[in-house]
């Protein structure tokens, strides 16, 4: 029996163990979560919706009356839970909602995160979390302010593989990390897609896709990181990335010494983690995708479930949430804005040619 088949046992997710349907603990009740958004993420999420045990579609957010229409037939969803951006924050006055989760570009997340909460409803907003400092920081006063609420749809804390990472690093198991080798990268190649944009993206593939990399190198060191350098590679299509990066390149200090180099690229396919240990390596590619992941470790192939991300993800806050228990911290909002604080630093350090300090 290889290590991941042993190791499988070890990193299902809490809400793996939650209160079934039938258990005494479990009423039944589900969480009613508003889609405020409803493009291409906006369905899978739905479609993840339908194995979520402990949440449930209840509602939609939408400028376009035609989707209104389709998702009403679709979803089965009440007309008096169908929202446009203008009457939205009327949603204060229905009891129907629990949640909002917004599924909008990157710079509309900041004002819809707080009129959600000004309704008085959790939010969970889509990575990043939005496209400044200083909106994430607004964006958590306001849920404090509410009561409510506020996480980032980091959906790879209930994906098996990168747990296991996670595990793997933050237990030392092969011994203390060194090195780590992040990347991710697609093509994107229509120009008028709103992550070229950077009024909407607030940045390129740092922001859309390098958000991952440095979540996973971070939750696989358990430690923050002290410094970055980074640096933007070449560009050939000068017209398509005149607004955001095509690709961009950096390296964190870790305070135990290790070091990770990561890439994130929307002019190159790739999408893998590598970390090597004084006594081993452990590795993942595919690694960030929606999967079927592939791992391995120095001691042979892993092993792990391919799951519904999005119905674990939504189960999982979901069931904390109807239990009126605070949400695990490396899904918060506080955690969004350790991202975007170290992705400022990345885009300084690119721009500026020099080592930035992050303590
Ligand atoms: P999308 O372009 O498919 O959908 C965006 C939605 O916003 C559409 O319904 C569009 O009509 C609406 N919208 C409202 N105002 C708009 C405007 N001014 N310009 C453009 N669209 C506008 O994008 P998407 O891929 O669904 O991404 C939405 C969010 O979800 C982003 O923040 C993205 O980073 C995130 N995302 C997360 C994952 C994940 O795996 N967690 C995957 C994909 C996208």
Redesign the pocket.
């Known amino acids: 029996m290889g290590l991941g088949a042993t190791a499988a046992v070890t990193v299902l997710p809490s809400f793996a163990c939650a209160p079934q349907p039938g258990n005494k603990n479990y009423d039944g009740k589900k969480l009613n979560i508003a889609l405020c958004?409803?493009?291409?993420?906006?369905g899978i999420l739905a479609d993840g919706f339908a194995s979520s045990q402990y949440c449930r579609l209840a509602g939609i957010v939408?400028?376009?009356p035609a989707k209104a229409a389709t998702w009403k037939k679709k979803y089965n969803i009440p007309a008096a839970n169908i929202y446009d951006y203008q009457n939205f924050d009327t949603i204060a006055g229905n009891r129907d909602i629990d949640l909002v989760y917004i599924?909008?570009?990157?710079s509309?997340?900041a004002a819809f995160v707080i009129r959600a909460a000004k309704a008085g409803k959790h939010v969970i907003t889509?990575?990043?979390m939005a496209t400044s400092v200083k909106d994430c920081e607004e964006m958590i006063t306001a849920c404090k302010e509410a009561n409510v609420q506020l996480a980032v749809?980091y959906?790879l804390h209930y994906e098996p593989y990168n747990m296991e990472m996670k595990r793997l690093g933050q237990e030392k198991v092969f011994g203390p990390v060194r090195l780590m080798e992040t990347s991710l990268g697609y093509k994107v190649d229509d120009p008028n897609q709103?992550r070229l944009h950077k009024a909407?993206s607030g940045g390129g593939p740092l922001m859309?896709l390098g958000v991952y990399c440095l979540q996973a190198s971070r939750y696989i060191m358990g430690e923050e990181p002290v410094a970055v350098t980074a640096q933007f590679n070449p560009v050939v299509n000068k017209a398509l990335f005149s607004e955001v990066e095509a690709s961009i390149t950096w390296q964190l200090d870790f305070p135990s010494g290790a070091v990770c180099n990561s890439t994130s690229s929307y002019t190159a396919n790739i999408d893998r983690l590598f970390a090597a240990a004084d006594n081993g390596f452990f590795e993942l590619a595919p690694a960030i995708s929606y999967g079927p992941f592939k791992g391995r470790t120095s001691k042979g192939e892993l092993n792990f479930p391919t799951i519904n991300q999005q119905a674990a993800q939504m189960d999982g806050i979901g069931k904390l949430l109807l239990e009126n228990k605070p949400l695990p911290s490396h899904i918060t909002g506080e955690e969004g804005l350790k991202d975007m604080r170290i992705m400022a630093a990345i885009y300084e350090s690119a721009n500026t040619g020099k080592k930035v300090s992050l303590v």
């Open positions: 958004g409803l493009g291409n993420y906006a939408t400028g376009t599924v909008l570009p990157n509309m997340h889509e990575k990043p749809g959906r709103w909407m859309n």
